[in-house]
Nanobody
Framework: VQLQASGGGLVQPGGSLRLSCAASGNAVSINAMGWYRQAPGKQRELVATITSGGSTHYADSVKGRFTISRGNAKNTVYLQMNSLKPEDTAVYYC?????????WGKGTLVTVSS
């Protein structure tokens, strides 16, 4: 499974961005997908996850502002980010879980600054 993330960039506080991540290869084996982020000098942390059945989980810091969803083909995951704050600045990574392996995509940088 290969993951390709896109959609990062520079946005002002209060703005919005939408991240996308497309899986290729043996995508039919994917169960859950998700987003993590890593800010400078900090550990990678969970942002949101979504199962193949559509169940979602969010970090407390993004609840009510971010929405994770999957495309109809189930091999794409999106992260709609609203009301962005400077502390959301990080490299965002998508991941995909099969029954035995976790795959990671290359990160996409999100910078929230005026």
């Amino acid at each position: 499974v290969q993951l390709q993330a896109s959609g990062g960039g520079l946005v002002q506080p209060g703005g919005s961005l939408r991240l996308s991540c497309a899986a290729s290869g043996n995508a039919v084996s994917i169960n859950a997908m998700g987003w993590y982020r890593q800010a400078p000098g900090k550990q990678r942390e969970l942002v949101a996850t979504i199962t193949s059945g559509g169940s979602t989980h969010y970090a407390d810091s993004v609840k009510g502002r971010f929405t994770i969803s999957r495309g109809n083909a189930k091999n794409t995951v999106y992260l709609q980010m609203n009301s962005l704050k400077p502390e959301d600045t990080a490299v965002y990574y998508c991941n995909a879980d099969t029954t035995s392996v976790r795959y990671w995509g290359k990160g996409t940088l999100v910078t929230v600054s005026s």
